[in-house]
């Protein structure tokens, strides 16, 4: 059976938000205590049976869904419920009590958080294919397709037929119901809080197994899910089990905090109330307690706490407006720290949350924090995807019939759904999974086309081209961040505009070393396919030197060229007239010069003329030191010898593939050098003998073509001193 004992080692309710005094027992919400199971059982046993009446058992469940949604049809519980009562009549939790309290625990569970009818029938029904007789198309007849899935979703595949594998695949399963439909996640993360509330009868080692699990794999869902009363909760009881002497030190941090005769949040809390009375903005202002995990963190963070530590202030308004305004008249009357200002509501976090958050210092240098927000934003905030109902109703004036488009549906769900499918098994799937929800913040970045991507903090260029082209990003061969040329192992911000730069090989090889900059399980899974489907070319990046994987055949740097020494430059063709006569005309290599460039020729030793083009930085220091211009100007000739620079990003047969292309247009390469490479970019510097001055805009542009080449230019005249 899927539900656990009962009678557990639980922190008790958890704190939540109340107006009074913080006190390590307060009630999350304004809500009816936790229900007695054994009475629950009772009732569920001995209420009226009769078709048109409500069970007893469900009153709860009913009065929690009539509070918000007071049309609600509740046939569809009714007829859950006794289908679920009968399924599971004679089955006993651990604890003793009948397991029928279990979904009902569940279903109220959900319903608290404002949950449609269709989740919470699906809940009171969520166990009853896997362990009763029940099969999914007896469910799919009496309550329609919806439901059936629902119920789908949440069931576990049978260790009988998975073994060891059973679990990572359930979770498997379960997330790719969770891609159509976000509620299959809601259910069992409300399933898994009621059985970690009554986890305490089971035995020592299957309690640290399971809190393990719900710590590395339900609870990161429930943040990216935004379901936050149930991820604080969840926290807080596997921190009970997982570390009972820091829980026990909270907790006793906490008890003595509530004890203090005075209160500086309550102190605060009145304050803002007063400023807020005389601007006329009408606001609930609330107290919002800490759980036990925050005090934990907190306290490791600022060693000893004091009164303003324990809880923060929240403000709740009607309208995105009046937030501001609220926000307004606290920095205005009160003492703002500048640096805690955050706004959520302008840029909300992935899992939907929206708030604005600061802070006040008060006199005795406690600093508050002060949280704003309106209603409908606070009922997202603690529920997340299940405040937003039925995501998939099709709105009055929506022609489509049936079809289900999940507006909720995040990127790091879309992610997961696309990984987990290249997942070669199950262990690979599950420590995967576990590392990739390890990851609990999320970045956006924009496409240049105006598109988004949604990343995992720290990820760099390599995860956003896996992000955006799947299995293609292996052509991938640089990238512009912001405008401005980067590195495929650039590390990416929130915010940054990514122009991913593809080349056009069909047969491109990723390169092994993208590993090392990988971030996210999509791109790490792919590059890892294509090198164990490749391994003789996987072999040859490993082995060969990383100056020829990368495309770096080098040739020996030349000696620095002076403007003032013939052997340096180049022979001239004749095509370059000048004032004397039968003098050795050279172009000089630091400029090299090319029709129709503007030229002017100094006087070198042994009688020659050095051709340079007029804003080469030679001239200047060759006119300051004296030297006579020779007049030289273009003849008719149309041979033509040119230096160019072509800047790439690395790549195997980079260099053979530039050469080929510059062997096509007719150049005959006269000298080469390829740096180092440095950042994996590389830059090569050709000196060319062309047929005529004409062939250079072909030659660049053909050069440019090259994948992997992100610009080619003339060699720039050397600078004064270089």
Same mark, same amino acid.
């Given at each position: 059976?899927?539900?656990?004992?009962?009678?557990?080692?639980?922190?008790?309710?958890?704190?939540?938000?109340?107006?009074?005094?913080?006190?390590?027992?307060?009630?999350?919400?304004?809500?009816?205590?936790?229900?007695?199971?054994?009475?629950?059982g009772r009732a569920a046993l001995l209420g009226p049976a009769a078709r048109d009446r409500l069970p007893d058992a469900i009153s709860h469940v009913v009065e929690a869904h009539r509070a918000h949604h007071p049309?609600?049809?509740?046939?569809?519980?009714?007829?859950?419920?006794?289908?679920?009562?009968?399924?599971?009549?004679?089955?006993?939790?651990?604890?003793?009590?009948?397991?029928?309290?279990? /979904? #009902? @625990?569940?279903? $109220?569970?959900?319903?608290? !958080?404002?949950? =449609?009818?269709?989740? +919470?029938?699906?809940?009171? *029904? %969520?166990?009853?294919?896997?362990?009763?007789?029940?099969?999914?198309?007896?469910?799919?007849?009496?309550?329609?397709?919806?439901?059936?899935?629902?119920?789908?979703?949440?069931?576990?595949?049978?260790?009988?037929?998975?073994?060891?594998?059973?679990?990572?695949?359930?979770?498997?399963?379960?997330?790719?119901?969770?891609?159509?439909?976000?509620?299959?996640?809601?259910?069992?993360?409300?399933?898994?809080?009621?059985?970690?509330?009554?986890?305490?009868?089971?035995?020592?080692?299957?309690?640290?197994?399971?809190?393990?699990?719900?710590?590395?794999?339900?609870? /990161? #869902? @429930?943040?990216? $899910?935004?379901?936050?009363? !149930?991820?604080? =909760?969840?926290?807080? +009881?596997?921190?009970?089990? *997982? %570390?009972?002497?820091?829980?026990?030190?909270?907790?006793?941090?906490?008890?003595?905090?509530?004890?203090?005769?005075?209160?500086?949040?309550?102190?605060?809390?009145?304050?803002?109330?007063?400023?807020?009375?005389?601007?006329?903005?009408?606001?609930?202002?609330?107290?919002?307690?800490?759980?036990?995990?925050?005090?934990?963190?907190?306290?490791?963070?600022?060693?000893?706490?004091?009164?303003?530590?324990?809880?923060?202030?929240?403000?709740?308004?009607?309208?995105?407006?009046?937030?501001?305004?609220?926000?307004?008249?606290?920095?205005?009357?009160?003492?703002?720290?500048?640096?805690?200002?955050?706004?959520?509501?302008?840029?909300?976090?992935?899992?939907?949350?929206?708030?604005?958050?600061?802070?006040?210092?008060?006199?005795?240098?406690?600093?508050?924090?002060?949280?704003?927000?309106?209603?409908?934003?606070?009922?997202?905030?603690?529920?997340?995807?299940?405040?937003?109902?039925?995501?998939?109703?099709?709105?009055?004036?929506?022609?489509?019939?049936?079809?289900?488009?999940?507006?909720?549906?995040?990127?790091?769900?879309?992610?997961?759904?696309?990984?987990?499918?290249?997942?070669?098994?199950?262990?690979?799937?599950?420590?995967?999974?576990?590392?990739?929800?390890?990851?609990?913040?999320?970045?956006?970045?924009?496409?240049?086309?105006?598109?988004?991507?949604?990343?995992?903090?720290?990820?760099?260029?390599?995860?956003?081209?896996?992000?955006?082209?799947?299995?293609?990003?292996?052509?991938?061969?640089?990238?512009?961040?912001?405008?401005?040329?980067?590195?495929?192992?650039?590390?990416?911000?929130?915010?940054?505009?990514?122009?991913?730069?593809?080349?056009?090989?069909?047969?491109?090889?990723?390169?092994?070393?993208?590993?090392?900059?990988?971030?996210?399980?999509?791109?790490?899974?792919?590059?890892?396919?294509?090198?164990?489907?490749?391994?003789?070319?996987?072999?040859?990046?490993?082995?060969?030197?990383?100056?020829?994987?990368?495309?770096?055949?080098?040739?020996?740097?030349?000696?620095?060229?002076?403007?003032?020494?013939?052997?340096?430059?180049?022979?001239?063709?004749?095509?370059?007239?000048?004032?004397?006569?039968?003098?050795?005309?050279?172009?000089?290599?630091?400029?090299?010069?090319?029709?129709?460039?503007?030229?002017?020729?100094?006087?070198?030793?042994?009688?020659?003329?050095?051709?340079?083009?007029?804003?080469?930085?030679?001239?200047?220091?060759?006119?300051?030191?004296?030297?006579?211009?020779?007049?030289?100007?273009?003849?008719?000739?149309?041979?033509?010898?040119?230096?160019?620079?072509?800047?790439?990003?690395?790549?195997?047969?980079?260099?053979?593939?530039?050469?080929?292309?510059?062997?096509?247009?007719?150049?005959?390469?006269?000298?080469?050098?390829?740096?180092?490479?440095?950042?994996?970019?590389?830059?090569?510097?050709?000196?060319?003998?062309?047929?005529?001055?004409?062939?250079?805009?072909?030659?660049?542009?053909?050069?440019?073509?090259?994948?992997?080449?992100?610009?080619?230019?003339?060699?720039?005249?050397?600078?004064?001193?270089?």
């Open positions: 059976m899927s539900a656990e004992a009962t009678n557990s080692v639980t922190p008790g309710p958890m704190p939540g938000a109340v107006s009074g005094a913080v006190t390590p027992t307060a009630p999350r919400r304004k809500a009816r205590p936790r229900i007695d199971l054994r009475r629950l049309d609600a049809d509740l046939e569809p519980l009714r007829r859950a419920y006794v289908l679920a009562e009968s399924s599971h009549r004679g089955q006993m939790r651990k604890s003793g009590e009948p397991y029928i309290t279990h /979904p #009902l @625990a569940v279903t $109220l569970i959900l319903a608290e !958080l404002g949950a =449609e009818t269709t989740t +919470l029938t699906a809940s009171l *029904l %969520h166990d009853t294919v896997e362990d009763t007789d029940v099969t999914l198309d007896q469910v799919r007849e009496q309550f329609g397709e919806e439901v059936r899935y629902l119920v789908d979703g949440v069931t576990k595949l049978e260790k009988v037929d998975y073994g060891a594998a059973a679990e990572p695949e359930t979770f498997r399963k379960m997330l790719v119901a969770t891609g159509n439909d976000v509620r299959v996640m809601s259910i069992k993360l409300a399933d898994r809080l009621h059985n970690m509330r009554t986890l305490g009868v089971m035995r020592p080692e299957k309690q640290e197994r399971i809190a393990k699990v719900t710590r590395d794999v339900l609870i /990161p #869902l @429930a943040e990216r $899910l935004g379901v936050q009363a !149930l991820k604080t =909760e969840l926290e807080d +009881l596997v921190f009970a089990i *997982l %570390h009972p002497e820091e829980y026990a030190h909270t907790r006793e941090l906490i008890v003595r905090n509530a004890a203090r005769a005075d209160d500086p949040l309550a102190e605060v809390a009145d304050e803002v109330r007063g400023v807020l009375r005389e601007a006329d903005i009408p606001a609930e202002v609330l107290i919002r307690p800490r759980h036990f995990v925050s005090v934990h963190r907190v306290s490791r963070k600022r060693g000893r706490l004091r009164g303003s530590d324990f809880g923060r202030v929240l403000v709740l308004v009607n309208e995105d407006a009046d937030c501001y305004a609220v926000l307004g008249e606290l920095h205005t009357c009160m003492k703002p720290v500048v640096s805690e200002f955050k706004d959520f509501i302008a840029v909300p976090k992935f899992n939907l949350y929206q708030s604005l958050h600061t802070a006040v210092a008060r006199e005795d240098g406690q600093v508050v924090e002060v949280l704003i927000r309106t209603h409908q934003m606070h009922k997202v905030a603690e529920a997340g995807v299940v405040a937003l109902g039925n995501p998939y109703a099709p709105a009055p004036d929506d022609p489509a019939d049936g079809e289900r488009v999940d507006p909720t549906r995040p990127g790091w769900l879309s992610r997961l759904l696309d990984w987990q499918e290249a997942a070669p098994d199950p262990d690979h799937f599950w420590s995967t999974l576990r590392e990739d929800l390890a990851q609990d913040r999320e970045i956006t970045v924009f496409r240049p086309d105006g598109g988004t991507l949604g990343l995992p903090e720290g990820a760099t260029c390599v995860d956003a081209a896996y992000a955006q082209y799947g299995e293609d990003a292996h052509a991938c061969i640089g990238a512009r961040v912001n405008g401005r040329l980067a590195t495929l192992s650039t590390v990416l911000k929130d915010g940054d505009t990514v122009q991913l730069l593809m080349g056009q090989d069909p047969a491109s090889e990723p390169s092994r070393e993208w590993l090392e900059h990988a971030h996210t399980p999509a791109a790490r899974i792919a590059i890892q396919r294509w090198l164990a489907a490749h391994p003789a070319q996987a072999e040859a990046q490993r082995t060969e030197p990383r100056e020829d994987r990368q495309g770096d055949d080098r040739a020996p740097a030349p000696r620095p060229a002076t403007a003032d020494t013939p052997d340096q430059d180049g022979p001239v063709p004749g095509h370059v007239l000048t004032d004397r006569p039968g003098a050795t005309v050279r172009l000089a290599r630091c400029c090299t010069p090319v029709p129709p460039d503007e030229i002017t020729g100094f006087a070198v030793r042994g009688g020659a003329v050095t051709v340079h083009r007029v804003e080469c930085a030679a001239v200047a220091r060759m006119k300051d030191g004296g030297r006579a211009e020779v007049g030289v100007r273009w003849g008719e000739a149309t041979e033509c010898r040119v230096t160019l620079v072509a800047e790439s990003f690395v790549r195997p047969h980079l260099l053979a593939d530039l050469t080929e292309a510059m062997a096509l247009e007719g150049a005959e390469i006269v000298s080469a050098t390829v740096e180092p490479p440095a950042q994996q970019q590389v830059r090569h510097t050709y000196t060319v003998q062309l047929p005529d001055s004409g062939h250079l805009p072909t030659l660049m542009r053909a050069m440019r073509n090259v994948a992997g080449v992100y610009d080619v230019s003339r060699a720039q005249p050397q600078t004064q001193g270089g």
